[in-house]
């Protein structure tokens, strides 16, 4: 028989082991756990090991060093969870290791991509006929969509990019909210647009783009919005700003790592209003679809813009099939992530997703009145899954101590962050896991430690 039984029953059980303890198990790992990780520090091999032996030793160190980000009650960053069908769909799919770069290196992969890409903008209400690349976060997305952007832009001009290369280029604008994820600006740096060249669009409390203050656009430049603010979760005024921006000729990307998901809630989609109206978005698909890393999207308007970008062609690689996965992403090899998206899709529906989303907002909005009663003031509009939040006595450091304790409890965990310019705490839901009793535990982990 090929296959390894022992090996793989055994991954079976410490995958058990592993999910089973999440009630019981810190939500971020203990000094003593951290401080084992150091046994993995040996000297290079020089022979092989047993590969028995080699999941043993990860899962009796690796296992409990683990931060249970995908629990019920980790509420640091944004980072979702893990659907029990999409790590089924990725365990499936790491056994058949398939390359996504071609359809004849995975012809299931490409087909599921192709499917996802109809669904997503079908769900998300964007252009039917819109390219979309499967790339491993929003970083990439951001990257992915923001390249294809340039090149359009670039090629209105007559200028052939990729051939003449930026040194003779002509200039370009970049407008980005002044609240911008810096990883759009770590995308822009790939390309080689630094910070100082970047225009800043003024924002309100919120963090949303004051409309009135956003520098003039023209056929030269890209602007670059948020669906879903990383602390605040505020959205952008896309249709006024789009508006403004076609008259103009200038290309809207919209960075909706998480937030652009909200198109799927019934009740709350109207928060992205006008989202449509961009010419380009990312999305991560590892944070709020809740499949397993790397997982995200870059989608754009214009079909060619990407292709023209992202094109790879050589003698030997086959062209057949409708699309050519690796012709809408940076990378030639790569993971069937579109896989996983597909399975979440499927096992959840619009109305199964669009549930999931709205549960993970009405628990924010619980979760602040609670805190507002408990002594805390909240610093954001709770428009969907983040809370932004001090205490009413404004002293930060007291506040540091109190989540300090909190993370130590082992019951819960929040993240600082920046907010006004004052060191201050974020909540974020995100994860299918999280229930009604975690917030309990949470809250009561929070009020425990004041006292
Ligand atoms: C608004 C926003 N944009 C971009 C990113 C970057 O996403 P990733 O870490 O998947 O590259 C994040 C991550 O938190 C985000 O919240």
């Given amino acids: 028989m090929r296959f390894n039984e022992k090996l793989f029953n055994y991954v079976l059980e410490a995958a058990k082991e592993f999910e089973n303890g999440f009630d019981d198990n810190p939500v971020v790992p203990g000094i003593d756990a951290v401080k084992n990780i150091d046994q993995f520090d040996e000297p290079t091999p020089t022979t092989g090991t047993d590969a028995l032996d080699?999941?043993?030793?990860?899962?009796?160190?690796?296992?409990?060093?683990?931060?249970?980000?995908?629990?019920?009650?980790?509420?640091?960053?944004?980072?979702?969870?893990?659907?029990?069908?999409?790590?089924?769909?990725?365990?499936?799919?790491?056994?058949?290791?398939?390359?996504?770069?071609?359809?004849?290196?995975?012809?299931?992969?490409?087909?599921?991509?192709?499917?996802?890409?109809?669904w997503i903008l079908d769900m998300l209400d964007l252009p039917p006929d819109a390219?979309?690349?499967?790339?491993?976060?929003?970083?990439m997305a951001g990257f992915t969509a923001l390249t294809s952007a340039r090149q359009k832009l670039y090629k209105n001009m007559g200028y052939d990019l990729r051939k003449s290369g930026l040194k003779n280029a002509p200039d370009l604008r970049?407008?980005?909210?002044?609240?911008?994820?810096?990883?759009?600006?770590a995308a822009l740096n790939y390309m080689g647009i630094g910070r100082d060249e970047l225009e800043f669009a003024p924002v309100d409390a919120q963090g949303k783009i004051i409309t009135e203050?956003?520098?003039?656009m023209d056929d030269?430049?890209?602007?670059?919005?948020?669906?879903?603010?990383?602390?605040?979760?505020?959205?952008?005024?896309?249709?006024?700003i789009c508006g403004l921006a076609r008259r103009a000729g200038a290309w809207v990307h919209v960075d909706g790592a998480f937030g652009g998901w909200i198109k799927v809630s019934?009740?709350?989609?109207?928060?992205?209003?006008?989202?449509?109206?961009?010419?380009?978005?990312?999305?991560?698909?590892?944070?709020?679809?809740?499949?397993?890393y790397d997982s995200a999207i870059a989608i754009c308007r214009d079909r060619s813009a990407m292709m023209e970008a992202f094109t790879i062609s050589a003698s030997y690689l086959l062209t057949d099939g409708e699309r050519i996965p690796n012709n809408f992403t940076p990378e030639l090899s790569r993971r069937a992530r579109g896989i996983d998206v597909w399975a979440a899709l499927k096992y959840l529906g619009r109305d199964g997703f669009g549930e999931l989303i709205d549960?993970?907002?009405?628990?924010?909005?619980?979760?602040?009145?609670?805190?507002?009663r408990t002594g805390f003031t909240i610093m954001n509009d709770v428009v969907i899954n983040q809370v932004v939040f001090c205490l009413n006595d404004n002293d930060d450091e007291r506040l540091k101590?109190?989540?300090d304790k909190v993370a130590a409890s082992g019951k819960a965990w929040f993240g600082p962050t920046r907010w006004r310019e004052r060191n201050v705490y974020r909540m974020s839901i995100s994860s299918h896991e999280t229930t009604q009793a975690d917030l309990d535990v949470a809250l009561a982990a929070i009020k425990e430690a004041m006292d």
């Avoid at 060093?65 to 029990?84: D, E, K």
């Avoid at 390219?131 to 970083?139: I, P």
């Avoid at 970049?174 to 600006?185: E, G, K, L, M, P």
């Avoid at 030269?220 to 006024?240: C, E, H, L, M, P």
């Fill in 54 to 118: 080699v999941i043993k030793m990860l899962h009796e160190i690796g296992t409990p060093a683990t931060t249970l980000s995908r629990s019920g009650r980790f509420f640091g960053f944004v980072v979702g969870g893990t659907l029990p069908v999409a790590q089924a769909s990725s365990w499936l799919t790491t056994a058949w290791d398939q390359n996504a770069a071609l359809t004849m290196l995975g012809y299931t992969a490409a087909k599921l991509e192709q499917v996802s890409r109809k």
């Fill in 131 to 139: 390219a979309m690349g499967f790339v491993s976060g929003a970083t």
């Fill in 174 to 185: 970049v407008i980005v909210s002044a609240d911008i994820h810096t990883t759009n600006i």
């Fill in 213 to 216: 203050e956003l520098p003039a």
């Fill in 220 to 240: 030269r430049t890209i602007v670059i919005i948020q669906a879903g603010n990383i602390n605040s979760g505020a959205f952008d005024d896309f249709t006024k």
């Fill in 266 to 292: 019934k009740t709350r989609g109207k928060m992205a209003k006008g989202m449509e109206l961009a010419d380009s978005w990312s999305i991560d698909c590892h944070k709020w679809l809740n499949v397993p």
């Fill in 359 to 372: 549960r993970c907002c009405d628990y924010a909005n619980w979760f602040a009145g609670e805190l507002s």
């Fill in 401 to 403: 101590r109190i989540m």
